[in-house]
């Protein structure tokens, strides 16, 4: 069984960064790909980033390509989300995931483990 927590989310002004983490326990998080996912008040949850077990290869969703980054520290058992240049629409709770595999994944079905989720804001 694997735990998640996030953190790092909060209220941010249009145009600036927030750096997500989130920390793994019970488990090593070394063997599952992860991903970062969203969801704003009324949305389904949608994909944002995601990370393979061994940290080179990434996949992110258009509306946040060269805008965030997704990376992982696995001696940490923590994986991150660097969100710069960020703008209003970016406003959900983030939650980060454990993938059932150890690559990539978009589909949020392919995920066993979740996190609680941590909320960001950005003002306009």
């Known amino acids: 069984q694997v735990q998640l927590e996030e953190s790092g989310g909060g209220l941010v002004q249009a145009g600036g960064s927030l750096r997500l983490s989130c920390a793994g326990s019970?488990?090593?998080?070394?063997?599952?790909?992860m991903g970062w996912f969203r969801q704003a008040p009324g949305n389904e949850r949608e994909f944002v980033a995601a990370?393979?077990?061994?940290?080179?290869?990434?996949y992110y969703a258009d509306s946040v390509k060269g805008r965030f980054t997704i990376s992982r520290a696995n001696g940490l058992n923590t994986v991150y989300l660097q969100m710069n240049s960020l703008k209003p629409e970016d406003t959900a709770v983030y939650y980060c995931?454990?993938?059932?595999?150890?690559?990539?994944?978009?589909?949020?079905?392919?995920?066993?483990?979740w996190g609680q989720g941590t909320q960001v804001t950005v003002s306009s």
């Open positions: 990370i393979s077990w061994t940290g080179t290869s990434t």
């Open positions: 019970g488990r090593t998080l070394r063997i599952y790909g």
């Open positions: 995931a454990a993938n059932a595999g150890a690559g990539t994944a978009f589909d949020p079905n392919d995920y066993i483990y």
